[in-house]
């Protein structure tokens, strides 16, 4: 038996009853439309108890919309990985529900801590999932693509916000930091693409390949670019773009010969002014294939379909992808996999367009390309003067 929790009082409910219970409140909620979580939003609160009000407004919306979202796939309950999605979203749904709300913030974070581990398998369940469907023909790529942004799209906001909450909590304490949550006041652009430059290098998938980060000071103030942004998630984009930018290189060595032919040095420059700052990466990883151009920011690479109707039968399938994972400390989980799920680039692009930025691509065939990330200054405490439209929600 569990104990349920309404309004007014604490009822007893035996595990066949509550799961009942649960999947009418799957249902109630589902029909509710979520309101997607704004980085405005975010970055208003400034107390962990402000976050965890917000947390348990939306989080099961979201939740329940996600569920019915799955279901809406043709032929969801004969995908072994889509089933495993579906119950690790049940399962949070009931956690959800069935947590204390109150001034005790330790069985929310319990929640959440458990949510976010759990939840790192999604994408790339998902990603093996819709790329198997395609293979069989149930659906075609238009709808793998419409079908994967919706989700992957609404998930940002709601991860960023659990892992606000956690950092604020972890945070409550301490006074006079420049980081709040997952906002660091004082973040180095130049210092976080040297970071990322160093994980790549100690890939021995891209070691080969040299990387010479070059950061300017402010066209404005002459000082030494510093910013307001989250430096876990710049962190991981510039290192989804090295690692594009090297498995280029390494690729294209193979056409045109070996590095004692050429400079293969990724070049990435770091500038600003008062309003955004900019890093551009550039390649000599023979640019983007004319065939493939309209392919780069797809959730679901013909790749990435052949590798699932391939490894289905095989002992190397990707039937775990939590174990493939580098650290659980990977947000965009997907990012981090030794195993390369196909979706790290169309990924950046939206996590970059959550944040106020933008990412493009300028390729000129056989010789390289430049990849421009623009990202504006944050303001925590109070909504930014503008937020970037994230429409549908799911």
């Known amino acids: 038996a569990r104990r349920a929790r309404n309004a007014s009082a604490s009822i007893t409910l035996s595990e ?11 249902g109630h909620f589902a029909l509710m439309s979520p309101i997607p979580v704004k980085l405005t939003q975010i970055l208003s609160v400034s107390t962990p108890e402000q976050v965890a009000k917000l947390i348990h407004q939306q989080l099961p919306r979201h939740m329940a919309t996600r569920i019915k979202h799955i279901e809406a796939m043709p032929r969801w309950d004969a995908a072994p990985e889509l089933i495993e999605v579906h119950g690790i979203l049940e399962e949070t749904f009931r956690n959800l529900r069935l947590v204390e709300q109150g001034d005790d913030l330790e069985p929310l974070a319990g929640v959440i801590r458990d ?5 790192k398998a999604v994408i790339p369940l998902l990603g093996s999932a819709v790329a198997a469907l395609r293979a069989e023909g149930v659906i075609d790529q238009n709808f793998a693509n419409q079908w994967l942004g919706t989700f992957l799209q609404a998930r940002i906001g709601t991860e960023m916000l659990t892992a606000h909450f956690l950092s604020m909590y972890t945070q409550r304490d301490e006074k006079g930091c420049s980081v709040v949550g997952i906002v660091d006041s004082r973040c180095s652009p130049g210092e976080v693409c040297r970071e990322a430059a160093q994980h790549v290098r100690r890939d021995p998938d891209y070691s080969s390949v040299p990387i010479h980060v070059e950061s300017h000071v402010c066209s404005t103030s002459r000082e030494l670019i510093e910013f307001s942004f989250m430096p ?66 797809s959730f679901c690479p013909s790749s990435l379909e052949h590798q699932a109707s391939d490894d289905r039968g095989s002992e190397n399938s990707v039937s775990d992808p939590a174990s493939d994972l580098m650290s659980w400390a990977d947000p965009l989980a ?3 996999l030794r195993r390369r799920v196909g979706m790290g680039l169309p990924l950046s692009k939206l996590y970059t367009e959550f944040l106020g930025g933008s990412l493009e691509l300028m390729s000129l065939s056989g010789v390289g390309l430049d990849t421009y990330l623009s990202l504006q200054r944050l303001e925590v405490g109070r909504a930014a003067a503008s937020e970037p439209a994230m429409p549908g929600d799911a």
């Open 16 to 26: 066949s009853r509550l799961q009942e219970f649960m999947k009418a409140e799957i």
């Open 115 to 119: 949510l976010r581990k759990r939840h």
């Open 232 to 297: 876990q998630y710049l962190g991981l984009i510039v290192e989804e773009l090295l690692k594009n930018s090297a498995g280029a290189t390494i690729r294209h060595r193979a056409v045109v010969g070996g590095p004692e032919s050429r400079d293969e040095t990724i070049h990435v420059i770091v500038a600003a002014d008062q309003r955004q700052v900019k890093i551009q990466i550039s390649d000599k990883g023979g640019g983007i294939p004319k065939n493939d151009a309209d392919k780069v920011w």
């Open 334 to 336: 997907g990012l981090g």
